[in-house]
């Protein structure tokens, strides 16, 4: 299991093994609406493959509990526990479609977030090193974002 779904398992059962409390609803969403929008954004890389992401629409639409879409057959469940495992699920089913993306070795992990690293974090790195050494030549950073600036609003420096 990868650190990512390891964490997100762990919190989970975390959640299970407390005490209930007026927000422990707010948590499983909020650890549901992290767990979605992180897959969700990498599932949009550029070498995503089409049907898994599909299959990570699929496992929400079949699992997730705040996040799905206002036209979706709204989830049904009566107990904490009940929740918890639509959650858990959710979690598993997830899980599974990054374990299929690495078996097709196209250099995605089975980390959401690292996919997400690698299509849009990494190039913005690599851009930014090449502005260091293109065009810093020495000037002062606030400099340089100041003549970006006027630049951009249609001044001359």
């Known amino acids: 299991m990868t650190a990512y779904f390891d964490d997100f398992s762990s919190t989970l059962r975390d959640l299970r093994h407390k005490a209930p409390h007026l927000h422990m609803y707010d ?3 909020a650890l549901e609406e992290r767990l979605v929008r992180d897959c ?3 599932s949009s890389a550029s070498r995503f493959p089409p049907e898994l992401r599909k299959a990570v629409h699929v496992a929400v639409l079949r699992h997730g509990v705040c996040t799905l879409p206002i ?9 904490w526990e009940e929740h918890l495992r639509r959650l858990h699920n959710l979690g598993s089913d997830l899980h599974d479609v990054f374990h299929a993306l690495v078996r097709l070795d196209i250099g995605y992990s089975d980390t959401p ?5 690698v299509e ?3 190039p913005r790195e690599d851009e930014r090193e090449r502005l260091a050494a293109e065009e810093f030549g020495g000037k002062d950073p606030a400099a340089l974002e100041a003549e970006l600036l006027q630049r951009f609003e249609g001044g001359e420096p």
Not at 72 to 77: C, G
């Open 113 to 117: 977030t690292a996919v997400t690293a």
């Open 27 to 29: 948590e499983a969403n």
């Open 71 to 79: 036209n979706a057959v709204p989830a049904d469940f009566e107990t």
């Open 40 to 42: 969700t954004l990498a």
């Open 120 to 122: 849009w974090i990494s």
